[in-house]
């Protein structure tokens, strides 16, 4: 098992960063690493990936420019670095890793979830 411990979540205001930070256990080994985020009332959807060998990334149109993935191999440690956040990024945010080659934006094929941490943006 993978375990995932997830935490920055918070309360900020519109234009505002916020840093998310997933941990896993340095035993367990991940092929790529996720961020999901599940805004109220709706589903979860995904927001960006890491493929932990090499660091390459991947992310969500809704994102890009304003969010950034990144790992720290010595930590065991991915980010989510969210600059300029809109209300309508206001959600539970969920870490999650994969043991081998999938397509990360599907949820299904993510191995392992964190417990989620949740973000809220106000206006």
């Known amino acids: 098992q993978v375990p995932l411990v997830e935490s920055g979540g918070g309360l900020v205001q519109a234009g505002d960063s916020l840093r998310l930070s997933c941990a896993k256990s340095?035993?367990?080994?991940?092929?790529?690493m996720g961020w999901f985020r599940q805004p109220p009332g709706k589903e979860r959807e995904f927001v960006a990936s890491?493929?932990?060998?090499?660091?390459?990334?991947y992310s969500a149109d809704s994102v890009k420019g304003r969010f950034t993935i990144s790992r720290d191999n010595t930590k065991n440690t991915v980010y989510l670095q969210m600059n300029s956040l809109k209300p309508e990024d206001t959600a539970v945010y969920y870490c999650?890793?994969?043991?081998?080659?999938?397509?990360?934006?599907?949820?299904?094929?993510?191995?392992?979830w964190g417990q989620g941490t949740q973000v809220t943006v106000s206006s």
């Open positions: 340095a035993r367990a080994f991940a092929y790529i």
């Open positions: 890491i493929r932990w060998s090499d660091g390459s990334t």
């Open positions: 999650a890793a994969a043991t081998g080659i999938i397509n990360s934006e599907y949820e299904d094929e993510y191995d392992y």
